[in-house]
């Protein structure tokens, strides 16, 4: 039984300390908690704090007597409830008396008084408030339980209609499931079974039930169940999934997934199981493998066609460029100059759509990669802008370009790929842009750790983009005027190009433009640190770039900062250029061209010629096996695809049966442009890879790269 056990506080009230010692010697031993107040503002702050059984109050005190103090005491919902006697030395006893008690006491002693008579009303008064304590407790303790009780009460309702629902949910699964469900006993005999059966193995329900479970499950062992599953020995398993064959009623069998749970009810183990037929989705497994063999062969089939296409067009492309050149190199009178300038113009225009085209479809196919090679982050915008210079001169367009103080010019990366990035974006820009200036800025962005993150801005006052067609910009085969009336050319990829790359590149690219008023192309992508400064051999073979006719370099590449101090670098440091001369052959270098085209054997045959560097033709890779072993060579331009056989075979072949002696360097000299292309030519032995259409100045820095050339000049074909 629940009694109250807590402090017990008796609250005095008197202003003289004496009254106070004489009243706590007489309640002293009662083991109550006496406090002793000196006022009635003071009494009135105590019991703001605690809770007193009785009051024994005063009645003359300054400032606050003891009736004006009752009062307030009676006026709190808190405390008027407190019993209050008055003790008090006034003669006029009628009508203090009738005052106090109109005040709220309960009761009225005057001083002196009797102790025996005050300890009993004390204690009376005590017992009073135990008593009064214990029954509240004692309610607290029944409203409590009572609302556990309704707590429990509900939950019962509550868990009786959740498993009502459950029983009838699971009535209605069994009977519309399109699975089998049945559970069965120890023995194998079958207790309970759904409708599904008779869907599935051509049974009525009451054909099944007590019958053994082998019936539908042949295969099946409680026993051997229960060893495999260790269920003997612990818990029952619980949802096991296997693949059995069920037999139906006519004796035929099917794949199907057999789900198995074990229940202990009253010491039975009762055996649950689900029987889902697999036909269905064996078949599906089976088309899809199908379907996804389908698909393996077509994405084979769509590289191949992309090498074929690489290959067919860029080799005809080739003899027509490379012979261009040559044509232009000779006597022409000016309309024959104006004619040949216009083929080489249009060849660059074709090709320069067959990049995109190819890049795009290499794209799409996932035939992209990147290469990580260091490179000079000055001399690819240097490249770039060397691109743009002759066609921006015309138009008076002012090329600039910043790059931070920051930023380290040696990085390690895809190099040609932020090139090509530059490049598509500059050409758009020098395209769109009549009048005004193109900038090109670089700041770094972010590190993590070796890795850097790198912003390129290229801002333009061209014509601008309707704000309505910004998000058909990264579109393939999109363009902001698809009209037949169009003022500017291209196949619209360029820029879905970029997305790609940038994208490969762990970047992103945005775009802000303004109608008539410019626009900005905003990009970012990540790179490593390249402590050691390239050498002079590994800027050319990056492809130094030369010099731009009569510009100011600081117009074009300059970096933030004083131009005196060391952060300054201008174009003119940035494309630093090999010394003037002549070519100079060197002594007994031989060089086998091996390629089946006949124009191309004569345009290749041709450049070497004009270099000094007489060499011998091999129409396929068989020939070619042959006349390196007769001869030997230095050098070995070898083409992917000849009849008989391959650049490829007739590589290791070549390098096989020379590995004694001295081996020739065999540089891939292909149409083929596929990342895994050059690939497969390193992985064959060669040496270098070259892309046709073949450039003069490609063949001149092979040649100096190998040693066949002295390293003195570059000899171009002439204009003029």
């Known amino acids: 039984m629940i009694v109250y056990d807590g402090p017990i506080n008796v609250l005095l009230v008197d202003d003289h300390r004496d009254n106070l010692l004489a009243l706590e010697a007489v309640l002293g031993d009662l083991n109550y908690n006496l406090v002793k107040c000196l006022s009635?503002?003071?009494?009135?702050r105590c019991l703001l704090k605690d809770e007193f059984a009785v009051i024994l109050l005063d009645v003359q005190m300054p400032e606050m007597d003891g009736f004006e103090t009752a009062r307030l005491i009676k006026s709190r919902k808190k405390t008027q409830e407190v019993p209050i006697i008055f003790i008090s030395a006034t003669s006029n006893e009628t009508e203090h008396f009738f005052t106090g008690y109109e005040a709220g006491a309960i009761d009225y002693m005057l001083k002196p008084f009797v102790p025996q008579i005050l300890r009993s009303k004390i204690e009376g008064f005590?017992?009073?408030y135990v008593n009064s304590k214990t029954l509240q407790l004692q309610t607290e303790m029944l409203h409590q339980k009572t609302q556990e009780l309704e707590q429990i009460n509900r939950e019962l309702r509550q868990t009786a209609y959740q498993l009502t629902k459950t029983q009838a949910l699971a009535r209605v699964i069994q009977e519309t499931s399109g699975?089998?469900?049945?559970?069965?006993?120890?023995?194998?005999?079958?207790?309970?079974?759904?409708p599904a059966v008779t869907?599935?193995?051509?049974?009525?329900?009451?054909e099944v039930l007590g019958q053994p479970i082998k019936l539908l499950l042949p295969s099946f062992c409680c026993e051997a169940f229960d060893e495999q599953m260790g269920s003997e020995a612990g818990d029952p398993a619980i949802g096991v999934r296997f693949e059995l064959e069920p037999v139906r009623k006519n004796g035929s069998v099917?794949?199907?997934?057999?789900?198995?749970?074990v229940a202990i009810i009253d010491a039975e183990r009762i055996y649950a199981c689900t029987i889902c037929d697999m036909t269905e989705r064996k078949q599906f497994e089976q088309d899809l493998m199908a379907a996804k063999d389908t698909a393996e062969i077509a994405a084979r089939a769509k590289t191949n066609f992309l090498a074929m296409v690489s290959h067919e067009i860029r080799t005809p492309m080739n003899g027509v460029l490379g012979m261009t050149n040559l044509l232009l190199d000779t006597t022409l009178d000016e309309e024959q100059r104006e004619y040949a300038d216009i083929i080489r113009k249009s060849g660059d225009a074709l090709m320069s759509v067959i990049n995109d085209i190819l890049d795009y479809a290499k794209i799409e196919a996932g035939k992209l990669e990147l290469e990580e090679l260091p490179f000079r982050l000055d001399l690819i915008v240097a490249e770039t802008f060397e691109l743009f210079l002759p066609s921006s001169k015309p138009c008076g367009l002012e090329l600039t370009c910043h790059l931070d103080p920051s930023l380290p010019l040696s990085l390690v990366g895809d190099g040609l790929k932020l090139r090509q990035i530059l490049i598509n974006l500059v050409g758009n820009a020098v395209k769109f842009t009549s009048e005004g200036s193109i900038t090109?800025?670089?700041k770094l962005l972010a590190e993590h750790g070796e890795a850097i993150v790198l912003e390129f801005t290229v801002k333009d006052t061209g014509v601008g983009i309707p704000e309505d067609k910004l998000p058909l910009l990264f579109q393939p085969f999109t363009q902001v005027d698809a009209s037949l009336t169009r003022q500017y050319n291209g196949t619209g990829l360029g820029l879905a190009i970029c997305k790609n790359l940038v994208e490969l590149m762990s970047g992103t690219i945005e775009v802000e433009s303004e109608f008539q008023k410019g626009t900005t192309f905003r990009f970012s992508v990540m790179f490593s640190r390249h402590d050691d400064t390239p050498s002079s051999e590994e800027n050319a073979s990056h492809g130094a770039p030369a010099k731009i006719g009569n510009a100011q370099p600081q117009q074009l590449l300059s970096r933030e900062g004083n131009k005196n101090n060391a952060s300054y670098i201008s174009l003119q440091e940035a494309l630093e250029e090999t010394s003037c001369g002549s070519e100079e052959a060197s002594e007994l270098s031989r060089v086998l061209i091996v390629d089946d085209n006949e124009v191309n054997q004569r345009l290749t045959q041709r450049l070497l010629g004009k270099l000094g560097v007489a060499a011998d033709i091999a129409d396929d890779g068989s020939v070619a096996v042959k006349k390196?072993?007769?001869?030997?060579?230095?050098?070995?331009?070898?083409?992917?695809r000849m009849p008989v056989m391959d650049g490829l075979e007739a590589t290791k072949r070549v390098l096989a049966e020379s590995k004694h002696g001295k081996q020739p360097i065999i540089v891939a000299m292909t149409a083929n442009a596929l990342p895994t292309d050059r690939e497969r030519c390193l992985d064959a032995g060669m040496t270098d890879f070259l892309t046709k259409p073949i450039q003069f100045e490609t063949v001149v820095n092979l040649l100096k790269q190998h040693g066949i050339l002295a390293p003195t000049a570059n000899k171009q074909p002439t204009s003029s």
């Open 628 to 640: 390196s072993a007769a001869s030997s060579y230095d050098l070995i331009l070898m083409d992917m």
């Open 126 to 128: 005590v017992r009073l």
């Open 254 to 261: 099917f794949p199907a997934e057999v789900q198995m749970g």
């Open 179 to 194: 699975d089998t469900m049945m559970t069965f006993d120890a023995e194998g005999t079958i207790l309970t079974i759904n």
């Open 40 to 44: 009635g503002e003071e009494a009135l």
């Open 440 to 442: 090109v800025s670089a």
């Open 199 to 206: 869907a599935m193995f051509g049974y009525d329900e009451d």
